[in-house]
Nanobody, 119 residues
């Protein structure tokens, strides 16, 4: 089982909503700074939303007002509510610690979850 498992992606029309979830097998989210990252085809991975151990949140300008990151301490989940989706939000979305987990001297990434927004 992977350290991080993302779910909730799918195909949605522009203006629609999706809710992504991230589960961890060996990480307690409330003790870490966690981010949702995304990588679109041909582009570098970017950090779009963060939540600190204390619960403070930050967003990249392109998603401010549309995305909301949250944490469920009882279930050890980090969620990303995405509203008013745009075609440019199409990407594979990953959750990870900040900075990303290191396993065997390499950054570890889960399988991610694909989000596709049609126009």
């Amino acid at each position: 089982q992977g350290q991080l498992v993302e779910s909730g992606g799918g195909l949605v029309q522009a203006g629609g909503s999706l809710r992504l979830s991230c589960a961890a097998s060996q990480i307690t989210f409330r003790f870490n700074n966690i981010g949702w990252y995304r990588q679109a085809p041909g582009k570098q991975r970017e950090l779009v939303a963060t939540i600190s151990g204390s619960g403070s949140t930050n967003y990249v300008d392109s998603v401010k007002g549309r995305f909301t990151i949250s944490r469920d301490n009882a279930k050890n989940l980090v969620n990303l509510q995405m509203n008013s989706l745009k075609p440019e939000d199409t990407a594979v979305y990953y959750c990870n610690t900040i900075p990303p987990l290191r396993i065997n001297s390499k950054n570890y990434w889960g399988q991610g979850t694909q989000v596709t927004v049609s126009s």
